[in-house]
C-alpha cells in the first residue's frame, strides 16, 4: 500500500468541515487505487470547488485522474505520486467564501502487485519535493517493472518473484533482497552504499557499470550472471553458489567469501584487494589477467582452473587444493603456500 500522510492545514469555523476524522491523521491506501475526499459545508452554499497546490480541478481534470463526485466530494482514481500536494475545498456564498485544506504525502511504497510499472513518476515527484521516498515490495510478482533515472533511500524487496526487471541509473543508500527469485534481472549504472541479499536466486542477471559496497550475501544463487565494469567494496558472501558467469573488469576490494562455488566461470582483466576466500570450491574457472595483491585462500579446492597473463602479490594460500588446472605466465610476489597441494597441476612460463 502506498503509506499517505493526511495533515489538516485548516479547519476554521466557517463551516466546511474537515473530510477526514481528527483522531486519524495517517493511514494506508492502496497504491494505484482511489482516495475520496469528501467536501461537506452547511448553510447557504452557492458551489463547491477543489483546489490543488491553488490550480483549480476541473470537472474532468485530463490526465490527472481527478474526478468530482457528486456535485462536492473529490475523487482520486488511481492514485499515483503526482497526485500527493495541497488540497482545498471551497465553500462560496453571496457573502464569503469558507474553505478546508488537507496536504497528502507520498511517504513510500509497499506494493501488494505489479505488472509493467516504470518508476519514472515516483522520480518526478521526488525531485519536485525536495523530498525521497523509499520503496518497498513484498510477497507478490513483479513483471515487466522498471526503476530509471532514479535515487532513493532504499528498495526493499522480499518475498518476490521476479521477471524482466530493470534498475538504469539508480543510486540507493540501501538495497534489500529477501527471498527473492529473479529471471532476467538487469543492473546498469547502479550504485549502492549498504544493503543485503539473502535466500536470493538470479537467472540470467546482468551487472554493467556499477559499484556495490557493503553488501551482506548469504544463501545466494546466481545461474547465468554477465558483470561488466562492477566494483565491490566491503562485500560478505557466505554460502554463495555461481554457475556460468562472466565477468570483465570486475573488481573486489575488502571483500569476504566464505562457503561459496564456481562453476564453469570466465573471469577477464579481475582484481581483488585484501579479499579472503575461506572454504571454497572453484571449478573449470578460466581467468585472464587476474591480480591479486594481498589475498589469502583458506581451505580451498581448485579443480580444471585455468590462469592466464597474471600476477599474484602478497597473496597466501593454506590447506589449498589446485589439480587438474594450468597456470601461464603467472608472475608471483611474496606468495607463500602452506599445507597446500599441487595435483597434476601444470606451471608454464611463471615466475
Not at 241 to 247: D, K, P, Q
Not at 339 to 347: A, V, Y
Request: aromatic fraction near 12%; include cysteine.
Amino acid at each position: 500500500a502506498a503509506v499517505l500522510e493526511a495533515i489538516m492545514i485548516a479547519n476554521s469555523s466557517l463551516n466546511v468541515f474537515k473530510p477526514f476524522p481528527s483522531c486519524c491523521p495517517t493511514w494506508k491506501q492502496i497504491f494505484n487505487s482511489s482516495i475520496y475526499l469528501p467536501c461537506w459545508a452547511k448553510g447557504v452554499v452557492e458551489s463547491q470547488a477543489w483546489y490543488k497546490d491553488g490550480n483549480l480541478l476541473r470537472r474532468k481534470e485530463p490526465g490527472f485522474g481527478v474526478r468530482y463526485f457528486g456535485h462536492t466530494d473529490l475523487l482520486i482514481r488511481g492514485f499515483r505520486p503526482s497526485n500527493a500536494g495541497k488540497y482545498t475545498c471551497v465553500a462560496y456564498s453571496h457573502c464569503k467564501n469558507e474553505s478546508m485544506s488537507i496536504r497528502i504525502r507520498f511517504k513510500g511504497m509497499y506494493v501488494k502487485s505489479v505488472s509493467n510499472l516504470s518508476c519514472l513518476a515516483s522520480v518526478s515527484h521526488q525531485r519536485a519535493s525536495g523530498k525521497h521516498s523509499g520503496l518497498r515490495f513484498s510477497d507478490t510478482t513483479l513483471r515487466n517493472v522498471s526503476f530509471t533515472d532514479f535515487s532513493s533511500p532504499y528498495i526493499e524487496m522480499r518475498n518476490i518473484v521476479a521477471m524482466n526487471l530493470v534498475l538504469r541509473n539508480v543510486a540507493l543508500n540501501r538495497f534489500v533482497l529477501s527471498n527473492v527469485t529473479a529471471l532476467n534481472i538487469s543492473l546498469t549504472n547502479v550504485t549502492v552504499e549498504q544493503g543485503m541479499y539473502e535466500n536470493v536466486t538470479f537467472l540470467d542477471d546482468s551487472l554493467v557499470d556499477s559499484r556495490l559496497s557493503g553488501l551482506f550475501i548469504k544463501n545466494f544463487v546466481s545461474m547465468g550472471s554477465r558483470r561488466i565494469n562492477v566494483t565491490w567494496n566491503n562485500v560478505t558472501v557466505r554460502n554463495g553458489f555461481i554457475a556460468r558467469s562472466i565477468s570483465v573488469n570486475e573488481t573486489f576490494k575488502g571483500a569476504y567469501f566464505r562457503t561459496y562455488t564456481s562453476v564453469n566461470c570466465t573471469q577477464l582483466n579481475t582484481t581483488c584487494i585484501e579479499t579472503k576466500f575461506v572454504n571454497g570450491t572453484s571449478f573449470n574457472v578460466t581467468s585472464r589477467n587476474l591480480t591479486l595483491i594481498k589475498v589469502t585462500f583458506a581451505n580451498h579446492t581448485s579443480e580444471r582452473d585455468k590462469i592466464q597473463s597474471s600476477s599474484f602479490t602478497d597473496t597466501h594460500f593454506t590447506l589449498t587444493t589446485l589439480k587438474n588446472g594450468t597456470l601461464d605466465s603467472v608472475d608471483h610476489f611474496n606468495t607463500t603456500l602452506t599445507c597446500t597441494s599441487f595435483r597434476n597441476f601444470q606451471d608454464r612460463k611463471s615466475g
